[in-house]
């Protein structure tokens, strides 16, 4: 059973930097993981994610501010959000997919496995 809990979530002024974590117990290393993120009244959008080999696949909004990394023998996804914008306001959710390899998974229907989200928000 795979378990994401996602932390780290919180209110920033605009430029700031938050550093989302997304432990994956029961969950190994090899397979894909990606953020994922809903503003209000708005449909969930794929944010970023990393291969089972690390690849990473950057959305074009947050390429250059985010960034996505892996602890593999903590089983740990880290988000890394820096020079935030009012526009990156949102609930961001972690997700996991069985997919190997390079691929990245860009659809939210191919992750089997979802946290419950943690809210940022951007504001002066």
């Known amino acids: 059973q795979v378990h994401l809990v996602e932390s780290g979530g919180g209110w920033v002024q605009p430029g700031g930097s938050l550093r989302l974590s997304c432990p994956a117990s029961?969950?190994?290393?090899?397979?894909?993981a990606a953020w994922f993120r809903q503003a209000l009244r708005k449909e969930r959008e794929f944010v970023v994610g990393?291969?089972?080999?690390?690849?990473?696949y950057y959305a074009d909004s947050v390429k250059g501010r985010f960034t996505i990394s892996r602890d593999n023998p903590k089983d740990m996804v880290y988000l890394q959000m820096s020079r935030l914008k009012p526009e990156d306001t949102a609930d961001y959710y972690c997700?996991?997919?069985?997919?190997?390899?390079?691929?990245?998974?860009?659809?939210?229907?191919?992750?089997?496995?979802w946290g419950r989200g943690t809210q940022v928000s951007v504001s002066s």
């Open positions: 997700a996991a997919s069985f997919s190997q390899g390079d691929y990245v998974p860009g659809c939210g229907g191919e992750y089997g496995y």
């Open positions: 029961g969950f190994y290393s090899i397979y894909a």
């Open positions: 990393i291969s089972g080999t690390d690849v990473t």
